[in-house]
C-alpha cells in the first residue's frame, strides 16, 4: 500500500529557474495538502487542493507560486523564478474522504529544494 | 495569526524513562493530531484526537485534546532509541489547514 509519493526527493536550482515539485497522493485519497519547512521550524500550511479545484491558497505566497491537481496525473507545486529565499523542504499531504476538519493528514517524504 | 507554543523544546533523557510534552494555543481546534519526523523525512502521523477530552493510546504512546480545545499533551512511556526525532503537535481548522507547533527534538541515552 504506497504512501504519498513526491519528487524529486532533492532538487538544485539557480536563482531565476523555474521549480516543478510533484506529489501523487494516497490511493482512494482525493484531498491534497503543500506545506514548506525552513531549517529548525514546523510546517507551514500552503495550499489545499482537491481534483481541479484550489480550495484554500490562504498560506501562498502572492506571486511566483502556483498548485495545481488536474483530474488526471500528480499535483504540482510551481515556483517560478526562484530566489535563495525559497530554500526549504517542500511537503506534501494527502487525506482520505470524511468530515472537513478531521480528515487525517498522511504525509510523503517532501522535496529539499536548494536555490544556489 | 494562530501558533501553538509547544514545550519543551528539547529533551536529553535516558532509555527507559517516560516523556511527557505538550502543545498550547491561543484559539480552539477541532482536531489534534502529533507527529514523529526524522531528520530529512517527512512527518509521521502517531495520533490524532477529535473530542475535546478525548484520551488515545497508541502502543507506548498515549495523548488527551484538552478539555477547552486549546491543548493538547503526549506522553511517551519506557522510551527506546528509536523514539529519537522531533514530535510535532498540530491543530487542525474546519477548513483541514494544519497549524503545527515549534517541535520537540526528544534524545534518549542508552
Known amino acids: 500500500n504506497a504512501g504519498v509519493m513526491q519528487n524529486p526527493r532533492h532538487l538544485v536550482r539557480r536563482r531565476g529557474q523555474e521549480a516543478r515539485l510533484r506529489c501523487s497522493p494516497m490511493?482512494?485519497?482525493?484531498?491534497v495538502y503543500w506545506y514548506r519547512q525552513l531549517p529548525e521550524e514546523g510546517l507551514k500550511f500552503m495550499v489545499y487542493?482537491?481534483?481541479?479545484?484550489?480550495?484554500?491558497e490562504s498560506g501562498m505566497p502572492k506571486e511566483r507560486f502556483s498548485a495545481e491537481f488536474p483530474k488526471e496525473g500528480p499535483s504540482i507545486l510551481r515556483i517560478q523564478q526562484v530566489v535563495r529565499g525559497d530554500s526549504a523542504a517542500y511537503f506534501c499531504?494527502?487525506?482520505?474522504?470524511?468530515?472537513?476538519?478531521?480528515?487525517?493528514?498522511?504525509f510523503g517524504p517532501g522535496t529539499r529544494l536548494t536555490v544556489t | 495569526g494562530q501558533q501553538l507554543n509547544q514545550s519543551p523544546q528539547s529533551m536529553f533523557i535516558q532509555e527507559g524513562e517516560d516523556v511527557s510534552m505538550n502543545c498550547t494555543s491561543s484559539?480552539?481546534?477541532?482536531?489534534w493530531l502529533w507527529y514523529k519526523q526524522d531528520p530529512g523525512e517527512g512527518p509521521v502521523l502517531l495520533i490524532a484526537?477529535?473530542?475535546?477530552?478525548e484520551l488515545t493510546s497508541n502502543g507506548r504512546l498515549t495523548a488527551q485534546f484538552g478539555i477547552t480545545r486549546k491543548d493538547s499533551f503526549l506522553n511517551i512511556s519506557a522510551s527506546i532509541p528509536s523514539d529519537v526525532g522531533i514530535y510535532f503537535c498540530?491543530?487542525?481548522?474546519?477548513?483541514?489547514?494544519?497549524?503545527f507547533g515549534t517541535g520537540t527534538r526528544l534524545q534518549v541515552f542508552p
Open positions: 499531504a494527502s487525506s482520505p474522504p470524511g468530515l472537513a476538519g478531521s480528515r487525517e493528514q498522511y
Open positions: 490511493k482512494g485519497h482525493s484531498h
Open positions: 487542493l482537491q481534483k481541479e479545484n484550489i480550495i484554500d
Open positions: 484559539s480552539i481546534f477541532n482536531t
Open positions: 484526537l477529535y473530542k475535546a477530552g
Open positions: 498540530a491543530g487542525q481548522l474546519r477548513t483541514d489547514k494544519l497549524i
